[in-house]
T-cell receptor, first 117, second 116 residues
Framework: GAVVSQHPSWVICKSGTSVKIECRSL??????MFWYRQFPKQSLMLMAT?????????EQGVEKDKFLINHASLTLSTLTVTSAHPEDSSFYIC?????????????FGPGTRLLVL | AQTVTQSQPEMSVQEAETVTLSCTYD???????LFWYKQPPSRQMILVIR??????QNATENRFSVNFQKAAKSFSLKISDSQLGDAAMYFC?????????????FGTGTRLQVTL
């Protein structure tokens, strides 16, 4: 099946610093990737839709200047949390939309746990 | 707007028994996909099963099957011969068919416990 990787899996940073999370589709091309945030014992909340070569589309209430998304290639999207604060601590998950013959399905990365001190 | 409702926050099943997780959704679209995803303690989201709305036949993947009732907008997941490894959060999700990538709408999840 389609594989999506995320890096790093864990990150701890100081308040005020920026953190970059990478999402890669390893064995397929992904014109569209999605970024989610998940709080403990809650469902996934879509933050933004990332399209290769164009600006990301953010969901209502998500600060685009706070969460910078870049989809530079068909296999890589990055999420940068700028000037992180403790309230940004969360579990961030990316997914990639595979349009191969067996899919039209989103495949998820393993997630990144962010802790802002 | 589309909504997905999972009315069972927690369910429990004995090993080797069968359990059914409920999901209802609301949409005005006629062409869409429905999914069940599993999230074990590792928090990796794993696709369990997918159903295309235009297909009348219920999807089946080994021990997992769905009961898709389009008119009732119901999409339940049946897990047969439950195993300890089935313990996880299960999310029902909806995606409308647009010809291009469109976002998933998730339910709130059902936590499944499997007991010996």
């Amino acid at each position: 099946g389609a594989v999506v990787s995320q890096h790093p899996s864990w990150v701890i940073c100081k308040s005020g610093t920026s953190v970059k999370i990478e999402c890669r589709s390893l064995d397929f091309q992904a014109t569209t990737m999605f970024w989610y945030r998940q709080f403990p014992k809650q469902s996934l909340m879509l933050m933004a839709t990332s399209n290769e070569g164009s600006k990301a589309t953010y969901e209502q209430g998500v600060e685009k200047d706070k969460f910078l998304i870049n989809h530079a290639s068909l296999t890589l999207s990055t999420l940068t949390v700028t000037s992180a604060h403790p309230e940004d601590s969360s579990f961030y998950i990316c997914s990639a939309f595979s349009r191969g013959p067996s899919s039209k399905t989103q495949y998820f990365g393993p997630g990144t746990r962010l802790l802002v001190l | 707007a589309q909504t997905v409702t999972q009315s069972q926050p927690e369910m429990s099943v004995q090993e080797a028994e069968t359990v059914t997780l409920s999901c209802t959704y609301d949409t005005s679209e006629s062409d869409y996909y429905l999914f069940w995803y599993k999230q074990p303690p590792s928090r990796q989201m794993i696709l369990v099963i997918r159903q295309e709305a235009y297909k009348q036949q219920n999807a089946t993947e080994n021990r997992f099957s769905v009961n898709f009732q389009k008119a009732a907008k119901s999409f339940s997941l049946k897990i047969s011969d439950s195993q300890l490894g089935d313990a996880a959060m299960y999310f029902c999700a909806y995606r409308r068919e647009t010809g291009t990538a469109s976002k998933l709408t998730f339910g709130t999840g059902t936590r499944l416990q499997v007991t010996l």
